[in-house]
């Protein structure tokens, strides 16, 4: 099985790292805070994540966190910009003055070192990192030295496969909070339609929010509306705004995308780390949809619900932590 890796490789005039398999094709951006910004089934002419072959590099680079696959650390929202773990208290700027809160970090925005790159075994590879130190502009808010590593891997069988592994470099706790803010491109199929598209989401309870898009602690039961995803939503063509449950699920922690006219199938797989997901779609009218898996809630290390509530946990020096995804079609 003949498997390519390009480092190197030039996309929208960025230098990226090509991984091409017999049936996939994927372009990650290390200068783009490690995104994927392409990831392509060449044999059922699959677009999987949200690509316009006419946007430039400087259209994404405004709003990174909406194309491709782009993780955040730390994700969402806290409010008004305070993060309080055990050992301090944070005050970020606020970069959501609608909300008066601070979103979605600052590690998707830097550029990232690539650490190796492999072709073998029918799998193409490539690790890269992201070391957050004193030089950093946002140390003067968060002076808690860490590494972040991303390893990507696709091969035929498996997809693409991402490991994200947190590590403290720090005297102080390192709060632990991931999520990849994952842009689904809608129609997925070059053939296909958005009307067709049926999303499916392992969802338990609904977390609520208030009006500034925090979780009021309250856990509620599914609606009607909220059932939808366990049976199949229509992703886009109409309004999904920070629709968040805890993962309640049997064996896989997995979401599917069905193109019902083609019964194409996109299947997110998300290790248990990922406690919740987050529906979002950008008012529905944009050709791309978001279920983003999260280690924790929304402003977790803030919320007075215990930790196995909330998902939130923090990291020694140290420590490391790790969790993973998948995206394969069939």
Same mark, same amino acid.
């Given at each position: 099985?003949? /498997? ?11 230098? !990226? &790292? ?17 995104? &994927? ?19 430039? +590099?400087?259209?994404?680079?405004? +709003? ?22 055990? @050992? ?28 190796? !790159?492999?072709?073998?075994?029918? =799998? ?19 002076? /808690?030295?860490?590494?972040? *590593? ?14 994200? !592994? #947190? ?15 994952? =842009? ?16 499916? /989401?392992? /969802? ?5 929010? @208030?009006?500034? !898009? ?15 995803? #366990? ?18 699920? *049997? ?10 006219? *083609? ?26 949809? =978001? $279920? ?8 977790? $290390?803030?919320? *007075? #619900? $215990? ?24």
């Amino acid at each position: 099985m003949s /498997v390519h890796v390009e480092n190197g490789f030039m996309f929208k005039d960025l230098s !990226c &790292v090509k991984l091409e398999t017999e049936k996939y094709f994927a372009v990650v951006a290390p200068e783009m805070g490690s995104s &994927v910004l392409r990831f392509r089934d060449k044999i059922n002419n699959g677009e999987i994540f949200k690509y316009r072959e006419n946007v430039t +590099a400087e259209e994404i680079n405004s +709003a990174r966190e909406i194309w491709g696959l782009p993780t955040l650390y730390l994700p969402n929202r806290f409010d008004r910009g305070v993060l309080k773990t055990s @050992d301090a208290v944070y005050n970020f700027p606020i970069n959501e003055p609608l909300f008066d809160n601070f979103i979605h970090g600052w590690v998707h925005k830097r550029t990232h070192e690539v650490v190796f !790159c492999c072709g073998e075994n029918g =799998c193409a590879g490539v690790k890269t990192r992201f070391v957050f130190g004193k030089d950093d502009p946002m140390y003067q808010y968060f002076p /808690v030295d860490f590494e972040i *590593s991303y390893t990507f891997t696709l091969s035929d069988e498996k997809g693409l496969v991402q490991e994200i !592994c #947190l590590k403290n470099l720090s005297g102080r706790k390192l709060p632990v909070s991931i999520c990849t803010h994952t =842009c689904i491109n809608a129609p997925l199929f070059d053939s296909g339609k958005q009307e067709d598209l049926r999303l499916c /989401v392992p /969802v338990g309870e609904k977390c609520g929010l @208030d009006d500034r !898009c925090l979780p009021t602690e309250e856990l509620l039961p599914l609606n009607d509306w909220d059932k939808e995803y #366990l049976t199949g939503k229509m992703p886009t063509l109409q309004v999904i705004s920070n629709d968040m449950y805890t993962a309640n699920y *049997s064996g896989a922690n997995r979401v599917t995308v069905t193109d019902t006219a *083609s019964g194409h199938m996109l299947v997110n797989e998300a290790s248990e780390e990922f406690r919740f997901w987050n529906m979002w779609n950008d008012e529905g009218q944009k050709g791309y949809f =978001c $279920p983003e898996p999260m280690t924790a809630m929304i402003n977790a $290390p803030n919320l *007075s #619900l $215990p930790a196995d509530v909330t998902g939130y946990s923090e990291l020694s020096e140290g420590e490391e932590f790790t969790c993973r995804q998948s995206f394969y079609t069939k």
